[in-house]
């Protein structure tokens, strides 16, 4: 039991790991965090509400988390074969095919919860 648990813990510790390196060493998630920031102070400043915040804060999670394994897929497709290749091309421009989409809900969901309030 002492052991699963220091095991957790342990797990616990690579993955704040995995995101200081994700926000301190990736262009896009630092791009992602930054907008997150902004969005969160955009929250506070319309006062949003608890719906809203739900939405806001699943988008900002998922884009991040989507952009995070984005990330990780580039890295094992460069670590694995770092030559030119047609299927690591195809392997890369679907990972970041998924990123669009969510990246595209982000935008809708902005627009839905903060035109009404800009306008
Ligand atoms: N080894 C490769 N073989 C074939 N095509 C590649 C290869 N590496 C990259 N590409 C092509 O270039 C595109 C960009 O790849 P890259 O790894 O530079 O991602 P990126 O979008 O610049 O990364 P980031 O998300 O960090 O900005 C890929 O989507 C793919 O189309």
Known sequence: ?????????RSIGYAFKGVWLLITTEASIKVQFVIGIVMTIAGFYFQISTTEWCIQIGTIALIMSVE???TAIE?????IHPDHHHRIGFIKDIAAGAVFITAIAAV?????????KIL
């Open 68 to 70: 995070g394994l984005n």
């Open 108 to 116: 809708a969901i902005g627009l839905i919860i903060y035109l009404p």
């Open 75 to 79: 890295e094992m497709a460069d670590f």
């Open 1 to 9: 039991m002492i052991k699963f648990i220091v095991g957790r813990i």
